[in-house]
């Protein structure tokens, strides 16, 4: 059995009242996203391919669940046009599961289901069912022997069992109502991201909770959290990641999403928590917070920065130490032309920056060693060491008004000596390079940073010299 997942927008759009830089389907219910209950549910079933299906490309969810090998299934991505029929959706990804059965998980919906049950006899009727609500979000299995007949004569019988149902999620009272019910008992039906040794107590990692602090279960706990002196935590509350309570708080049926600082003294009762926001689930009603000692958001994303940063900076460094004698016998001995050019600096489309440009030239062993050895690149790590570009990303592009357009279609631009394009030999490819640009984007790590650095390093000093 094959699985399509249509995350379709439609009754997605109060999400972003409230979580208005995450997509929908990654809204997360007890420090899960969405989107990975129906991933989970699917490898529980046995299901082996899975085809996600979004209006919008969305990186971060192609980030977060990549092949799907994490969850032991094969997860691939397509698109749909706007308001697109779900009969037209099936339809066009018919190759994914010809000659299989599908089950089909459509719109923003919560599935009921249980983590010890891998059979359900949704999936064992000999005819196609639905489970849906009036607007046919919900989850529909079609049987191989209908799945190349034209979906609008196909008949759905009605699901009448109890091993399977589910809840629409239509606003952020539904939210909050599907969280409280998994902290309140519900969470031992899943696959929680938190330990659980007790008892309606989940503990994710690196928690600290210092002595007089009290814990009244039932909790669910995420990773890399502080709650200091005095803080009362629970019962009913959903705390997640990167988060710090501070002394003499209390948190109860309440959910503190990832990332948030609560300050000392406050009392949050029957709230969601998002970064600055504090959020009535009941009314809807939102209050912005400003003071930082209340409420604030911890910016992760800012830690993860300097820390690639660094990285860069101290690798940078080395590379010079290590370029710097020979750069200094070979430079004076170099015919190679060069040029300054001026270069977007950000995507913000006004700040620049300048540097010169090398012709590759192969006349001669001295300019071959300074291509070889990199010695062209000696300025431009300099410039990444002094932190004016990066040491790795993305292929600095000419500051001309027709190029704004370019830096803008990435999603990010990190103008750089060493980049992606270059080390799969594209960089004289103008519309390869912008391929390559995209992918660089979209796959950014550290990791790949590093590889991107070494691996062109290795292919210059065994590479022919192409002028």
């Not at 090998?69 to 037209?88: D, P, V």
Request: net charge negative; with cysteine.
């Amino acid at each position: 059995m094959k699985c399509l997942i249509n995350c379709r927008k439609n009754q997605t759009g109060w999400t972003k009242k409230y979580f208005y830089d995450i997509p929908s389907y990654m809204v997360r219910v007890a420090n899960k996203p969405i989107l990975e209950y129906y991933i989970e549910f699917c490898s529980i079933i046995g299901i082996s391919d899975v085809r996600i299906v979004m209006e919008d490309a969305e990186p971060s969810i192609e980030k977060y669940f990549q092949d799907g090998a994490q969850w032991n299934l094969k997860i691939t991505y397509g698109s749909s046009r706007e308001n697109e029929q779900l009969t037209s959706i099936v339809e066009r990804n018919r190759l994914l599961f010809s000659g299989d059965d599908l089950l089909v998980i459509n719109g923003l919906v919560f599935i009921s289901y249980d983590k010890n049950r891998q059979e359900y006899d949704f999936f064992q009727e000999d005819a196609d069912l639905e489970l849906v609500d009036e607007d046919r979000s919900g989850l529909i299995y079609l049987r191989n022997k209908t799945v190349h007949v034209p979906a609008q004569t196909v008949y759905f019988q009605k699901y009448t069992g109890t091993m399977l149902g589910f809840l629409l999620i239509n606003s952020i009272g539904r939210l909050f109502e599907i969280n409280m019910k998994l902290v309140n008992g519900e969470s031992d039906k899943y696959i929680m991201s938190s330990y659980n040794n007790e008892e309606g107590v989940f503990i994710g990692q690196n928690v600290e909770i210092m002595k007089e602090c009290e814990i009244s279960k039932p909790v669910i706990i995420g990773n890399n959290i502080q709650l200091k002196n005095l803080s009362r935590i629970g019962p009913a509350a959903i705390i997640g990641d990167n988060t710090l309570i501070d002394a003499n708080t209390a948190v109860n049926n309440s959910v503190v999403y990832g990332d948030s600082y609560i300050g000392s003294s406050l009392e949050i009762s029957n709230k969601i928590i998002y970064k600055r926001r504090v959020i009535d689930p009941l009314s809807g009603e939102v209050l912005d917070i400003v003071d930082n000692f209340l409420i604030s958001e911890i910016d992760s994303k800012i830690f993860r920065y300097y820390f690639v940063t660094t990285v860069h900076c101290i690798t940078a460094f080395c590379l010079m130490l290590m370029q710097l004698p020979v750069f200094i016998i070979l430079r004076p001995f170099i015919s190679a032309p060069h040029m300054e050019n001026n270069y977007w600096a950000d995507k913000t489309g006004s700040n620049k920056i300048d540097f010169a440009d090398y012709k590759k030239c192969s006349k001669g062993i001295v300019n071959k060693l300074f291509f070889k050895f990199s010695l062209d690149k000696f300025h431009l790590i300099y410039l990444a060491f002094m932190g004016r570009i990066f040491l790795a990303g993305n292929k600095p592009i000419l500051a001309t008004d027709e190029n704004v357009t370019l830096v803008n279609e990435l999603p990010s631009y990190h103008p750089a000596a060493f980049y992606y394009s270059e080390t799969i030999g594209h960089e004289n490819d103008e519309f390869q390079s912008r391929i390559d640009e995209l992918y660089y984007s979209f796959h950014r790590s550290l990791r790949f940073d590093l590889s991107i650095i070494a691996t062109t390093l290795v292919q210059r000093l065994f590479r022919e010299i192409n002028e």
